[in-house]
């Protein structure tokens, strides 16, 4: 369900409900409405925003992993194993999105 999804991600992010709600310019009450599936039917704009901050799509939000999955295309598949035989680590590249999100944060 969308609620659970925007809760998954949020929880990855680090953030609270009052962060995301802040970020995305929805309210605290609304968006645990949505997480707890007391609204099952929020509009686009709201799906947009609440997307964007977590640095995610709407299709994602309303598709789930079925459709992550599916978005896995042969070149982000070369572009790991290309990380994978220069010998960069999981944890190195963990750290190097840490980073990335940091330096996104920072603007």
């Known amino acids: 369900m969308i609620g659970q999804k925007i809760k998954v991600l949020r929880q990855?992010?680090?953030?609270?409900?009052?962060?995301?709600?802040?970020?995305?310019?929805?309210?605290?009450?609304?968006?645990?409405?949505?997480?707890?599936?007391?609204?099952?039917?929020?509009?686009?704009?709201?799906?947009?925003?609440?997307?964007?901050?977590?640095?995610?799509t709407v299709d994602e939000l309303i598709a789930g992993e079925d459709l992550e999955k599916a978005m896995i295309d042969d070149e982000w598949i070369e572009l790991l194993q290309k990380g994978v035989n220069s010998g960069m680590s999981k944890k190195e590249f963990t750290e190097f999105q840490i980073y990335l999100q940091y330096r996104r944060d920072q603007v």
């Open 12 to 56: 990855n992010k680090g953030y609270s409900i009052s962060q995301l709600a802040v970020k995305a310019r929805v309210s605290k009450s609304y968006l645990s409405n949505l997480e707890n599936n007391k609204k099952n039917n929020p509009s686009i704009i709201v799906l947009s925003r609440i997307a964007t901050t977590l640095d995610s």
